[in-house]
């Protein structure tokens, strides 16, 4: 996620822009304090509606944990861990070194 002041959003106006277009949300500060979201208008936003989109898009991109974000979406963690995999959103992400260590784990 990233984050505009009030005065970026004359000067970096594209940018919020193509983090719009490629599903990310924004965060606009003033005076180092967050006034407002920018949330992508897209498929997700409509068919699930603003709470759920922003607790999905914040525990996608790692801002928010599980428990926030089911507390967001209005649901117990069990009802949004199911909506994660009925959205294919992983809940663990693992880089490509952590999972050889899990692997040789078990190796």
Request: avoid cysteine; proline fraction near 3%.
């Amino acid at each position: 996620m990233d984050t505009f002041t009030v005065r970026d959003l004359r000067e970096r106006t594209g940018e919020l822009i193509r983090d719009a277009e490629s599903g990310r949300l924004s965060v606009i500060t003033k005076h180092g304090r967050p006034v407002f979201v920018a949330v992508p208008f897209d498929e997700l936003l409509i068919r699930e509606g603003i709470g759920m989109a922003l607790a999905l898009r914040l525990f996608q991109q790692a801002d928010i944990s599980l428990g926030k974000a089911a507390k967001l979406a209005g649901m117990t963690r069990q009802e949004f861990l199911a909506e994660l995999h009925r959205q294919k959103i992983p809940v663990t992400e693992f880089s490509a070194r952590e999972l050889d260590e899990e692997l040789e784990r078990f190796a």
